[in-house]
């Protein structure tokens, strides 16, 4: 039995509400040895007061060491063992366009290539066609018509685009036709396993229309195929937790993540401001709150130290209007650390409190990395968190008589 | 291989001693925000001394945020995976009454109900019916008599008693025949897989022989089977840790948990203070001693916070008594956080500490709940208790050459 199946079994009704903050990447490095965090570096009083008052920990996205992508990162907030759960390259892509990938479906990252008279590869990114050209390009392969089958094709950025084949008796598990080099034909589709024959006859399909589609275009007349998936199988919040979740995001990627566990995307919010405002106008809907802050990670990935600062103040500003709706259990926390000093994403734990009456507080004075390591939760897995918070929130029964 | 099977390949002899004290619910909570703990609040100068010279940590029951009952929480601290090894309702309930379960039982959970001349269920409890007169009542059902079957019955409390069935053949997989509501009949019992099935038929004719005996009782003319399960097949201390464990308890549910894993029970105290007595007299005979103190849950549980205090201090105040007796390791904590202020189990951590001569002492300077988040032990769960006691004992070889 696993943390989450325990917990599945253990969930109990409540009328307490849980609200997870999360600041994107907010973990974070000193530029010089000796330095600040840019969490320590920005002026956080309120994060500040609210360690006061709570627990606080340093949170292990994944493993030790292990450096984690939006995905897993987000699945462990959310409970679900990353290591398990996998979501596929092509579902990934494909909820990063807001696309809603359904159980009939399988997605697929596709790469717009060149290719010669002879049909071998030239360039395996078109020569990184600009978005304007390889758009129309995209849109037009919403052409191909495959019997028994729904076709889609959304254009992504440059060379990439998104296909999601809607049909009965499609598995995921099909090959990449990529060759990874110039110089041969892309790969026939190949099943992996059985369940995928059919997937393998469709994806066949596509590629010749396409092809005769794309015929003539200077740049983009081939494609390649690539991380074939289907939506993962995983059981939702309302189903693991027994809560009726939301979540509120700016980015589609994030808003597609909370969607593949059942969460409800609310609002239509272009800010953290604005997130704030669907926040309270659907504060007596839900018992499960996931707002999401993406401009700390966005900023850590500039390698924009002060400007990372400055999202980490913007964020602390909002909490007040946070507190006033007076949540039983707030949890503040990022699904990974991104360091400027790196420009990425990294290993190091993440910086995380949590407050409610019965948390146990601890000594910790100011929300830090360093002011964690003394903190009441430890070092933890993210995959305890939402233990940890539905059990403050009074949601989870006694383990056993 | 889990922790359990290494240490158990690492067994080594020595002629040192063990003596785990659990101070049942130690850890709790302030009762208003930056207030203390019981623990906190407790004058602990014996525990705080320890502390100095010790080792101390949090010590988590099972996983982060679950709130343990009695029999995992134990489990865990005799170094048994609490979500592998499951006791049965059944079997923790004849546990309870100092009825000691076999490997040819099933145990059973039994309530007295009342049905009315069609049959069906009018009180699932038998109106509460006072033990004075239930437990006449249970004794008389010792006179079903099923061939190949010895039938135990015994008294619990009002209109709870426990049947054991003991013979060749007897699987616990099988459903409560409780309907969980009235108005209908108590339900057949239903075998839950294949090696349960002559369970089910020893269950039918149980029922129908205890019915007759009900028969025009006022209240308790019917009852219902819950819990029905086996002894877990658990190996014993002597097998996993080659010590021979003594087990020193007030209340028959610790005896019978430390007897499930092989301990052997001894003395018949009825005081912390004669647990000690009892410590001292058997101190050459054994080289592990569980010693259980019961009232710092009780107090708890009560939601007495200066009561739990009161039964901290006594903790206290044997402490001497034991350290003069020189063990080699001295444990001190608890199977799970009681807070008088939630009056109920808890999932917070256990304050913990252990000393030894080599245990690498921290810069504990009391026994807290918030000092032990400086300790030397950091977070742990409660599993790697046992083996960090073993090999401050010298009883655990090294793990490869």
């Known amino acids: ?21 999360v600041a994107d990447g907010l973990g974070g490095l000193p530029l010089e ?29 994944i493993k030790p060491g292990i450096t984690p992508g939006s995905g897993p990162g987000h699945l462990g907030l959310f409970g679900y063992d990353p290591l398990q759960h996998m979501i596929g390259r092509g579902v ?22 060149s290719i010669d008279s002879d049909g071998n590869i030239t360039d395996r990114r078109a020569e990184r066609i600009p978005t304007e050209e390889s758009a129309p ?12 089958v729904e076709v889609f094709v959304k254009p992504v950025k440059e060379h990439r685009f998104v296909v999601v084949f809607r049909g009965k008796g499609l598995g995921g598990n099909v090959a990449d036709t990529d060759p990874q080099k110039t110089g041969v034909p892309p790969l026939e589709p190949m099943a992996l396993s059985d369940d995928s024959q059919r997937t393998v006859e469709v994806a066949k399909q596509f590629y010749e229309q396409a092809v005769k589609l794309l015929a003539g275009q200077p740049k983009a007349n081939c494609l390649t195929m690539r991380g074939f998936s289907e939506k993962p199988n995983i059981p939702t919040y ?14 589609p990627m994030y808003k597609g993540l909370a969607q593949l566990v059942g969460m409800e995307v609310v609002g239509n919010a272009g800010s953290l401001s604005e997130e704030i405002d669907v926040l309270e106008e659907v504060w007596d809907d839900y018992d499960f709150f996931f707002v999401h802050f993406k401009y700390t990670d966005s900023r850590g990935e500039d390698g924009d130290f002060d400007a990372k600062v400055k999202m980490v103040e913007e964020f ?3 909490i007040p209007r946070v507190m006033k709706l007076d949540p039983t259990v707030l949890v503040v926390t990022a699904d990974h650390s991104t360091p400027a000093k790196l420009a990425s994403h990294s290993w190091h734990p993440v910086p995380t409190l949590m407050v409610s009456d019965n948390c146990r507080t601890d000594a910790c004075e100011t929300f830090s990395e360093t002011e964690c390591l003394k903190g009441g939760l430890g070092h933890f897995e993210s995959i305890y968190l939402m233990p940890l918070a539905l059990a403050n929130a009074d949601r989870l029964g006694k383990y056993g008589a």
């Open 1 to 21: 039995m696993d943390i989450q199946q325990l917990v599945q079994n253990l969930k109990q009704e409540s009328d307490s509400k849980i609200v997870m903050l």
């Open 33 to 61: 040895p000796g330095g600040k965090t840019e969490l320590e570096t920005a002026s956080t009083p309120n994060l500040d007061a609210l360690a006061k008052k709570g627990i606080s920990g340093c949170q292990i996205p």
């Open 92 to 113: 990934l892509e494909a909820t990063g366009i807001e696309f809603e990938v359904g159980p009939n479906d399988v997605a697929i990252r596709c790469n717009f290539c």
């Open 137 to 148: 390009l995209a849109e037009m392969l919403n052409q191909v018509s495959i019997p028994d």
């Open 238 to 251: 309302k189903e693991v937790y027994g809560v009726r979740a939301a979540a509120i995001a700016v980015y």
């Open 316 to 318: 602390d500003s909002i």
